[in-house]
């Protein structure tokens, strides 16, 4: 079956009960209530801390063919999923599904407990490394590899879709009835954005902590109401992996003229004005681009409202330099935004639900004016991909892609026009991530295009100082360079799907031969 | 049916589908899942700002047969709730459940609304004047009044028991996309602690505001992901009812007496020590006890966790002080507590289901160490009245007593041993609205009794220069001042039902004769 971005979508996929097409980004009418947590009791002055991981997983009552969550604010610092698999398998529970945030190279650790069959299910963001290349090979999972943005993640979770057994959360801070943060401790990751729901909506909550404090810590980001027990171990995470310094802004040339031109994009798109609202990657050309348009806010003295993230030092040097009022924080990819969220009440934690959830009423990137995005591989409709690569291979994550550029009024893909001697403009995509439908702008170093629903936009960029091209002209530039790439050949066998934040199936990742 | 609290419950109650007996305070054993809203879709650049409440009503698509919502921060300065029913009610609907936090006089407006049949049933944490009157009358009204407490209503609402089609939220400060907080604009309230449950359960939701500000709006008590539809209108509410001043220190002597024995309770009750946790009623006692427990712990240089409340000026005083080190508000009562919860990050919002829900993992009355409650009246079972008043009619409110009473460690009832020429101890209240079971030391100007099943409690006392007894000489110091008083005739007509916070049916309130 052809969904609505031209997509084969089988009618039937191994372990989905429902095959659900994608038919456009607002397209989906959810039915149906919110689904919360079992309704429990705990009595005055109960005691919820355990002594071990193994205890609390006896305490919950975790067995065979459940469904366990975790957070990745740890990034390739996390040691929480991983000692919880470890503890998992020890005690010969199998068959468990894993609903992570996402999962990053650190958690190659589980490969052992994937192919002994302990869990058999991953629904996450995306894969990297070699767990990525296990997602892709088909073996070992009973089901595809469920790829989810993360205000789908927040909508899967508040439908019932996911349902948590139990979630593990590393609580960077937590006191002994459970409120937890993530601005204290050794093991401080700034924003619990992603945990909250994981916490809010799981059967049993766990919170692994490294820093026990007495009762009551505040600012409190998950409550003692949504908390059952509390494990305290030695370390949660490797500060080193979990919050890097301050990046360095990009002096590779190719990044720097792509930033260029997006700057230039928004500077004359008709979005750069008074209380606009942006949000940045964390990749090398996004990074580089806030410092163009920092200059350029300075310049034509405009604040803006505020700025939505994953959270750099570049949009923390704004706040504190009176350029934006204020941030929205789902995570933290830096020492200074995590002191940062700490230290300026201007600085704002939200969860991935307020961040990106499609089917609340009104989640930030609906407030959203520009954004900019990175891309692997863009087609001629303006499809992304950011979760295979040019092999076929599942190797990046969907994160908020999809959310921000269905939300924002600008959404801006850059990208290399070439990554060594392959295009990055294509018939299609290998795996759609983002529907075209809701990109406005690709950027290359050789010339930018604009979609034709954005004719407004177009217009507007006639101003700009930038190559305006048609995205076929852009691609035959790409394709004069290298010629036509190969299709990747792959097998019938699906080994990843691609879930849009509505729920419905916006592609399907097949086996490469 | 005799329930745990020895009381009469008819095993049918009209308007109930079923009646669960009060079974002891942590006897339920509750099943099913937290049930939240209905699933919608905002999409983005949505406008949500609508012209009049007319306009919401019309949006919302509430009708005849439905429940609507509504918290009592203003409490007797609210507008809100008179303006929307009045509105319902031209528009010719009918047939609604008005699902408050809580009533008060001001309310007595919708009265004629009741009478024409625009609501027939009514749930609230209380009444008083001509409400409650027209409540104890029976007339009306399809089934009984529900009396909930604040904690029991928070898990209600929770557990899918109470369904809100559309709950209209008094906002005193609004952003155009949703977010709400009570510290801003001139009908600035505080805390949103009851509105917060409503806000994230009900199925669709107004918010009615006077201070309509540019988004974001932050803090942020209630976010725009909860929130449909936004009127601003030119007044919410009226200053002077929302906020007193600091409420003067009682000099009445009774009272001073009272809250002299209350605070010795409390520091000989193996309670006060540092890091203990203490909740006050707004009632001259509990003021007055403040004062004197504020005098004690300088002098002794105990420091205390958190308090508790209802907040007021005596806790803010001991923040500022460091006496305690933190605040939990769920409602401000005066202008200093809203100043405070505004300016000092110590002070901190949280909605009543993290006050004193009982189904969720662990609310702040369950960490709490000593509360002071007052009483309209005891018995000698320890079991208190605070809803029904001498003759039989609802003039109170049932509050977070007895959530307080069941999470404290220590929950302290003071009261006048006799009001006028009424004794305050009975054989049997009129109403239970808090189980003696979870009632621990009873202190009036003519003695102190402490609960039998408090032998802990006793002992420590004796070292207090208090009038300690037991609850019957106590009853009988009044008894010999009164002679024996009739109880309050009745019919056996129900026209009120009090829910433990648990679901169970603590009470029936029936007809006076």
Chains 1, 2 share one sequence.
Do not use: W
Not at 69 to 81: A, I, P, Q
């Amino acid at each position: 079956m052809l969904n609505k971005a031209g997509r084969d979508i089988p009618s039937v996929i191994p372990g989905f009960k429902e095959v659900k097409l994608y038919n456009g980004p607002f397209a989906a009418n959810p039915t149906g209530r919110v689904v919360g947590p079992k309704i429990t009791v705990n009595k005055p002055r109960s005691e919820k801390i355990l002594k071990s991981i193994d205890q609390a997983i006896e305490a919950t009552g975790l067995k065979s063919g459940m469904t366990i969550s975790f957070h990745h604010h740890f990034r390739n610092g996390d040691y929480v999923l991983n000692m919880v698999v470890e503890a998992i398998a020890r005690k010969g529970i199998r068959d468990i599904t894993l609903a992570a945030s996402s999962l990053t190279s650190t958690h190659d650790a589980i490969i052992p407990y994937i192919e002994q069959g302990v869990i058999t299910a991953i629904e996450t963001s995306g894969g990297r490394g070699k767990l990525g290349e296990l997602f892709t090979s088909g073996k070992f999972l009973k089901k595809p590899v469920l790829i989810r943005s993360h205000g789908g993640r927040a909508r899967a979770i508040e439908a019932g879709e996911v349902v948590i057994d139990v979630a593990f959360i590393g609580a960077p801070a937590c006191d002994t009835y459970g409120n937890i943060n993530g601005i204290e401790g050794k093991s401080a990751c700034g924003s619990m954005g992603y945990a909250m729901c994981d916490a809010a909506y799981a059967d049993q909550v766990v919170a692994i902590t490294d820093h026990l404090v007495p009762h009551p810590l505040y600012p409190i980001s998950i409550p003692q109401t949504n908390v059952d027990f509390i494990v305290e171990v030695e370390a949660i995470g490797d500060p080193k992996g979990i919050a890097s310094g301050a990046l360095r802004i990009s002096k590779d040339p190719k990044e720097l003229i792509i930033a260029e031109y997006a700057s230039s994009v928004i500077e004359y798109s008709g979005y750069f004005k008074n209380d606009y609202s942006l949000q940045l990657g964390s990749g090398g050309a996004s990074l580089a681009a806030a410092q163009f348009i920092k200059e350029k806010m300075i310049a034509q003295g405009i604040v803006g409202s505020f700025g939505v993230g994953g959270i750099t030092a570049p949009f923390v040097e704004m706040l504190d330099q009176g350029l934006f009022k204020t941030l929205f924080d789902v995570q933290d990819f830096d020492i200074p935004s995590i002191d940062s969220l700490r230290n300026n009440p201007n600085h704002l934690e939200m969860s991935a639900s307020y961040y990106a959830n499609p089917h609340n009423r009104g989640p930030i990137v609906n407030k959203l004016d520009v954004v900019i995005l990175s891309a692997t591989e863009v087609d001629v409709d303006f499809n992304v991909n950011v979760i295979t690569n040019s092999n076929g291979v599942i190797m990046g994550a969907s994160g908020g892609h999809c959310d921000t550029a269905a939300g924002a009024g600008l959404s801006i893909v850059v990208a290399p026009l070439l990554r060594g001697r392959l295009p990055m403009v294509l018939d299609k995509v290998h795996t759609i991530v983002t529907p075209g439908e809701t990109v406005d702008v690709i950027v290359t170093e050789r010339g930018v295009a604009v979609n034709p629903n954005r004719k407004d936009v177009f217009e507007n960029l006639k101003q700009a100082n930038i190559p305006l091209m048609s995205i076929e002209e852009l691609q035959q530039i790409a394709y004069d360079l290298t010629g036509k790439p190969e299709s990747i050949p792959v097998t019938d066998e699906i080994v990843g799907v691609v879930e849009y934040r509505d729920g419905t199936i916006l592609d399907v990742i097949r086996k490469p031969v």
